[in-house]
């Protein structure tokens, strides 16, 4: 396997993890004796982490309990703990930058962490004055600025529970996942602004109001005025109260996020507070290695994962750097794929974080961020959303930065982090997530349910950890999320991704389980499809799934061309030879279709159900969790006999 990045002496040496592993009696090159102690010594381990990071709170005498019944669902961390996931997250020198804000048009802001204290502290006081207790759901649909910030953290330190969605999911889909939790309080931005267009969503916002009747006060944030007769008590807080945190125990609520409901409502997951805060101070400060001083962005809406994953960085003496636009932009000359690169080089970011997506966008506009950017400040790039492409590790070195970690990370919403991540101390391999993460006892298992190492199988976890949902929301919540990661294995975490654990101690993650494709009964993964067809940039995006024929799967590919090409049979049978060739014959389609769209969840995440469903002529459960459900209708009409 080709190595593309090695680290440095210095880190070797001086990075927090190789710090963290002499501190415990390893060296840093014993990474794999490191990890089996992570995993076996779940006490030690943890504690070991909370004290490293210097967590503020009372840890208790007791760090972990087994649960001989019930070995995963029934352990419980720090059980005698309390602690504040906001006070852990604002502490650090007053004159310290904490946010450095930005939008698409270039106005910028920036706020210190005395700032920000402040202004957490004005509006958790308007929060209590507002009747919320700990354990209120308060709501969020804020874009990404420094206001949804401020009113996360407020819920945060008063013991309330945050829920948050982006201003651009539709109004129902909104409903389906903050409706389910019954917040007290809706922070609402009722305009905003993206792709360089204006977006007026006041009614929207209405139609959320009416159909969550919990929601006793409306605090509206930016410009926009809402329609009349909302109904709800419309405040503007604000208080010159001292910060003050209400520490709460370990296990207490703390976040609530949402799966993307492709197969029926979006399930409400209910996040720890003390969970999260020792997985993220796990993976920024560990695997990250981010310093005091650092400034890192993932580029993010506020409804997904990567919003708490980055503000967490607050707690690693990091300064966070917020942006709120599109990360494209078009213009009279084309496409415009600065905007990111940009803020990077103006914020002197050292931590940036995309999707591969993106990084394809780049490669097919020929844009070389490094040749067009200072970003001598940049350490680590890092990718998730989707598996990374080996062709996509060469390009980043060549195109982005040759001297600094490239992370390709695998996790997921329901553990709020990364079963799969980087590392400051290990080389970086094409085309593979680096470690398994620590505290992580991941496995795959094959067919038999044996673990296996270079061979495909189910992405597993066996031994318990602090981010691991609480529960789901709602009636039967508990059920429910046993059902969804114990029930095919019970008492061992099935993650519902396929993957594969190499002898180099990395590993590869080949797609989601559920989008496996079986022709004549013999498992693949849509991840080597897309790779080929990735490689043309005649292709704007495509998509795999299965159809049924004859009683079988058969390999559908549907294709986006990119504007003005026109697709030939030809270029067809060369997508199929390569497909052939590099993957298997398993792997060649069945059938190809031409498409005007790619279906995407709201999350931005294709949609092969969607797709397989609506071709195989069955409904698709939940139509609000797509982003342009609209799409689906060409689909329906796709005819076998009409394929290329």
Same mark, same amino acid.
């Not at 590919?557 to 030879?577: M, S």
């Given at each position: 396997m080709t190595i593309l990045w090695t680290p440095s002496e210095q880190a070797l040496s001086e990075s927090a993890l190789a710090r963290f592993a002499r501190a415990n009696g390893f060296d840093a090159g014993e990474y794999a004796a490191l990890h089996a102690w992570s995993v076996s010594d779940l006490g030690g381990f943890w504690s070991a982490l909370w004290d490293f990071c210097g967590v503020i709170g009372d840890k208790g005498a007791v760090a972990f309990v087994a649960n001989d019944a019930a070995w995963m669902t029934g352990a419980r961390f720090f059980p005698e703990a309390r602690l504040n996931l906001a006070e852990n997250l604002l502490r650090g020198e007053d004159d310290a930058l904490a946010v450095f804000a930005a939008d698409e048009t270039g106005a910028s802001e920036s706020l210190s962490r005395a700032v920000l204290a402040a202004d957490?502290?004005?509006?958790?006081?308007g929060l209590t004055e507002a009747g919320v207790v700990p354990g209120d759901r308060v709501a969020g649909v804020l874009p990404n600025r420094p206001e949804a910030l401020v009113a996360m953290l407020a819920t945060l330190a008063i013991g309330a529970v945050w829920t948050g969605c982006s201003p651009d999911f539709g109004a129902q889909a909104i409903i389906d996942r903050i409706g389910q939790v019954e917040p007290k309080v809706l922070f609402a931005a009722p305009a905003y602004r993206y792709a360089g267009r204006d977006h007026d969503i006041g009614r929207r916002i209405r139609e959320v109001l009416d159909a969550t009747p919990s929601v006793e006060t409306l605090v509206i944030s930016g410009p926009g005025a809402m329609p009349d007769g909302s109904g709800q008590r419309q405040e503007n807080f604000g208080s010159d109260k001292s910060p003050a945190y209400r520490r709460v125990p370990f296990d207490h609520l703390a976040l609530i996020l949402y799966t993307s409901g492709t197969t029926g409502a979006p399930k409400a997951i209910v996040h720890r507070t003390g969970g999260v805060l020792l997985q993220h101070l796990k993976e920024h400060v560990l695997h990250g290695d981010v310093r005091p001083g650092d400034r890192l962005i993932w580029y993010t809406n506020t409804a997904w994962m990567m919003y708490p994953w980055m503000v967490s960085a607050l707690a690693a003496g990091?300064?966070?750097?917020?942006?709120?636009?599109?990360?494209?932009? +078009?213009?009279?000359?084309?496409?415009?794929?600065?905007?990111?690169?940009?803020?990077?080089?103006?914020?002197?970011?050292?931590?940036?974080?995309?999707?591969? +997506?993106?990084?394809?966008?780049?490669?097919?506009?020929?844009?070389?961020?490094?040749?067009?950017?200072?970003?001598?400040? /940049?350490?680590?790039?890092?990718?998730?959303?989707?598996?990374?492409?080996?062709? %996509?590790?060469?390009?980043?070195?060549?195109?982005? +930065?040759?001297?600094?970690?490239?992370?390709?990370?695998?996790?997921?919403?329901?553990?709020?982090?990364?079963?799969?991540?980087?590392?400051?101390?290990?080389?970086?391999?094409?085309?593979?997530?680096?470690?398994?993460?620590?505290?992580?006892?991941?496995?795959?298992?094959?067919?038999?349910?044996?673990?296996?190492?270079?061979?495909?199988?189910?992405?597993?976890? *066996?031994?318990?950890?602090?981010?691991?949902?609480?529960?789901?929301?709602?009636?039967?919540? *508990? %059920?429910?999320?046993?059902?969804?990661?114990?029930?095919?294995?019970?008492?061992i975490w099935t993650h519902g991704d396929v993957a594969e654990l190499t002898g180099t101690g990395g590993g590869y993650v080949h797609g989601r389980s559920d989008s496996t494709l079986k022709p004549g009964g013999v498992r693949i993964g849509t991840s080597e499809i897309y790779a080929i067809c990735d490689r043309f940039p005649e292709i704007e995006d495509c /998509?795999?799934?299965?159809?049924?024929?004859?009683?079988?799967?058969?390999?559908?590919?549907?294709? +986006?061309?990119?504007?003005?090409?026109?697709? *030939?049979?030809?270029?067809?049978? *060369?997508?199929?030879?390569?497909?052939?060739?590099?993957?298997s014959p398993r792997h060649v389609p069945a059938r190809v279709h031409l498409v005007s769209d790619v279906p995407y969840t709201i999350n931005g995440k294709r949609v092969e159900g969607a797709a397989r469903a609506t071709v195989n002529g069955d409904p698709v459960k939940n139509l609000s969790a797509l982003a342009n459900p609209?799409?689906?209708a060409e689909y329906a009409g796709l005819r076998r006999e009409e394929a290329l």
């Open positions: 957490v502290a004005r509006v958790a006081s990091a300064a966070i750097v917020l942006y709120d636009g599109a990360p494209v932009l +078009k213009t009279d000359r084309g496409l415009d794929p600065s905007p990111l690169w940009h803020l990077a080089e103006r914020a002197g970011v050292t931590h940036l974080g995309v999707s591969p +997506k993106y990084l394809a966008t780049l490669e097919a506009e020929r844009y070389a961020p490094g040749e067009r950017h200072d970003l001598g400040a /940049l350490r680590a790039l890092m990718v998730c959303g989707a598996p990374c492409l080996p062709h %996509q590790f060469d390009w980043v070195y060549e195109a982005v +930065k040759s001297d600094m970690m490239f992370a390709s990370i695998s996790g997921g919403t329901e553990i709020l982090g990364c079963f799969l991540i980087g590392s400051p101390i290990h080389p970086v391999r094409r085309g593979e997530l680096t470690v398994p993460a620590l505290g992580h006892a991941v496995a795959v298992l094959d067919e038999r349910g044996a673990p296996v190492i270079g061979r495909r199988g189910e992405l597993v976890c *066996t031994e318990p950890f602090p981010s691991m949902p609480l529960t789901f929301w709602g009636p039967g919540g *508990t %059920q429910r999320y046993h059902d969804t990661y114990f029930g095919d294995r019970p008492e /998509l795999v799934f299965g159809a049924t024929h004859d009683g079988d799967e058969e390999v559908v590919l549907a294709i +986006k061309p990119a504007g003005g090409i026109w697709i *030939t049979g030809d270029f067809v049978t *060369t997508i199929r030879t390569l497909i052939r060739t590099e993957a609209d799409c689906l």
